[in-house]
């Protein structure tokens, strides 16, 4: 069944392409093939694949349980925060934490993801700012001054 | 002698200290990656891409860092295959057929030091093979027009389809993402921006270092979270390491047998190091004569796959420098090294650069020897490398990506990219739809978009010039052989079975 819906997702995303590329405007002065060729070829193999992928599935692959699925979306939540706060909170507190968060989603004892993560952040920032001199911000920046 | 004053050059660059001491750390590094379950050669030389940037190497020392970590990561590979039955990289997964069996026996050690001499075997005479083929095929490269590159693109994607996945509609959809990823930004030759959605971020396309490191590394993490880290105890105990002679002399010529046919397989554009070592196991198993020992611990079923996969990574070098194809997963993320350090592979490589390729060449032939050292008489050192947790080397390998990246544009648009590209590699993994022709797609879309065009420009739109040389025609024939042939020969290449524990 996950093969199925794929396929079914693949050919229309495929068509969505084709039609994208279709409505690209061709330049006065263009090459004769002219930037909508090559995308629509691509857009008629993956329709193709998809198609076959629909008709032909392969035997059901093994989805994670609805915990280990909540485990995942809190790491890509962790992940994407941690994308968000690098920048404005600096280098060590949002590391320590998203460190220890994804360690606690690989191995859930509190004590030992506390652990790896500050020593994570710790022992990263000084390879990172000292051994490959990389600009790095320790601190939130208002509080540098 | 152009080859004896080619090295002579290649040694100069080679013996700077600077060079050498990357060779060196490469190796230790590439050795570790190897060996730890989980982060393969890919991954591995992924995440130390952005880093080897912000660490302003120039491009020779780039490459020779960066390579000696490929080279270490295939020695490394078959640590925890023979300790932990879990291949530590995928070439090295023929490696736990008769490697772990002969742990099980009170041989790790000798299990060790086996492959690691076959290792070296496998790639130092294929480095040799790299130095002799290249400058070969780079002459032959320079007959090739847009029509005979646009073959030959088609050619690697057709054999990575065919050979290196279970189902060929996957293999076509993953290299149609790629493809598709790599068109969107400004199309370069006419100045428009294609599929952005308006989104300024998107104008100068998808970074691909951002779509690797996310596809390889972040998904890992995915994976191991799924997976809980179990897999990660050891398996079996390191006695004191002593070399068996004995068995180094017997299985001498399957060394070179394996060395043979991993080479070839390394050469095909798309191929790479898993089906070298793969072929090497089948092949010396069907031509034994007695068979029995095989997945009991045979040692030729160790110096197999192990000198087929190391020399199949040398020659997935000669496609990559001589071609600019990639013929591997790894190779295509040195691609990606070269083409962001603004090298263009290819026959003009040789010619105006030769200090990068032949200071390549000469820093591998010293990276062997250093391997030779690392993974032979220090192998225990690194076996220990096994005991760190997945719960602490996941997070670290998160971080390093992360900052890897961030280093490169500082910005968080490019690291919630990368996040994407790591669910979109995990949800592919669970589809079984292989994430390699997706990163190749991205590298050499654009490339291969340009060559049809230009065919089409010099031909004035005739569809026939594409097939108007005997090299184009030829490649059309292997392209079509290769997407075609392994649907008839799956019965035939079935894996063995791996060796169960029992208790």
Not at chain 1, 81 to 94: M, S
Not at chain 2, 430 to 449: D, F, Q, R
Request: charged content about 10%.
């Amino acid at each position: 069944m996950s093969d199925r819906i794929t396929g079914l997702i693949v050919s229309v995303l495929a068509l969505a392409f084709f039609a994208g590329a279709s409505q690209l405007e061709m330049p006065f002065f263009a090459d004769p093939l002219g930037p909508k060729a090559f995308p629509m070829l691509i857009a008629s193999v993956a329709f193709v694949a998809g198609c076959v992928m629909v008709l032909r599935p392969d035997a059901e692959p093994e989805w994670p349980s609805l915990a280990t699925f909540s485990r995942l979306l809190i790491a890509v939540l962790v992940l994407v925060l941690y994308a968000h706060g690098l920048k404005p909170l600096g280098f060590l507190l949002p590391t320590a934490i998203a460190a220890g968060a994804i360690s606690y989603q690989i191995r859930p004892t509190f004590r030992a993801a506390t652990l790896t993560g500050v020593c994570l952040s710790f022992g990263l920032f000084i390879i990172f700012k000292y051994g490959l001199g990389l600009s790095l911000f320790a601190l939130p920046r208002w509080l540098m001054g | 002698m152009d080859l004896l004053a080619n090295l002579a050059l290649g040694f100069s660059v080679a013996l700077t200290p600077t060079t050498l001491a990357l060779a060196l750390a490469g190796c230790v590094l590439g050795t570790i990656i190897g060996a730890l379950p989980g982060l393969g050669p890919s991954n591995g030389v992924a995440i130390l891409i952005p880093l080897s940037f912000s660490f302003g190497l120039d491009a020779t020392q780039a490459l020779v860092l960066m390579t000696s970590v490929y080279y270490g990561a295939m020695y490394g590979g078959r640590i925890s295959s023979i300790l932990l039955n879990i291949p530590g990289d995928e070439p090295a997964m023929m490696t736990t057929l008769d490697g772990y069996p002969m742990a099980k026996q009170g041989r790790a050690g000798d299990a060790l030091v086996l492959s690691g001499v076959a290792s070296f075997v496998g790639a130092l005479l294929a480095t040799i093979g790299l130095m002799l083929l290249a400058p070969v095929l780079a002459r032959v490269a320079f007959m090739f027009g847009p029509a005979e590159y646009f073959a030959l693109y088609l050619l690697a994607f057709c054999t990575l389809g065919g050979i290196g996945s279970a189902n060929q509609a996957k293999a076509a959809i993953a290299v149609c993402l790629g493809l598709g990823i790599a068109m969107i930004g400004v199309d370069s030759s006419t100045g428009m921006t294609r599929f952005t959605g308006g989104s300024l971020h998107l104008f100068d396309g998808i970074d691909f270092l951002v779509a690797i490191v996310g596809l390889f590394a972040v998904a890992e993490v995915f994976v191991f979270i799924e997976s809980h880290g179990r897999d990660s105890a050891i398996g079996v105990t390191l006695e004191k390491i002593r070399i068996p002679i004995k068995e180094i002399l017997a299985t001498r010529l399957t060394m070179l047998r394996a060395t043979l046919i991993g080479f070839i397989a390394g050469l095909l554009p798309g191929a790479g190091a898993s089906l070298g070592s793969f072929l090497a196991y089948m092949m010396e198993k069907s031509s034994a004569r007695d068979k029995s020992g095989f997945g009991k611990g045979d040692p030729r079923g160790i110096a197999a796959p192990e000198a087929g996969n190391n020399a199949a990574a040398g020659g997935a070098l000669v496609p990559m420098l001589t071609l600019g194809v990639p013929g591997s997963g790894t190779t295509a993320v040195l691609l990606a090294l070269l083409m962001t350090l603004n090298i263009t592979p290819g026959p003009l490589l040789f010619t105006e650069r030769p200090e990068v390729v032949w200071g390549l060449i000469a820093s591998l032939l010293i990276a062997n020897f250093v391997l030779l050292i690392l993974n032979v008489p220090l192998v225990k050192l690194f076996s220990r490398i096994l005991q760190v947790p997945a719960a602490i080397l996941l997070p670290g390998v998160t971080m390093v990506s992360f900052v890897g990246i961030y280093s490169l544009s500082g910005s968080y648009f490019d690291l919630l990219l990368m996040i994407g590209f790591g669910v979109l590699g995990y949800v592919l993994r669970k589809l079984s739809i292989p994430a390699v022709p997706v990163i190749l797609g991205i590298l050499l879309g654009g490339h291969m978009e340009v060559s049809l065009r230009r065919a089409m420009v010099l031909s004035d739109g005739d569809w026939t010039y594409l097939f108007n040389s005997p090299i184009a025609i030829g490649l059309w024939i292997a392209a079509v052989i290769g997407c075609i042939a392994p649907l008839f020969l799956r019965s035939y290449l079935k894996a063995p079975k791996a060796h169960k524990d029992d208790a």
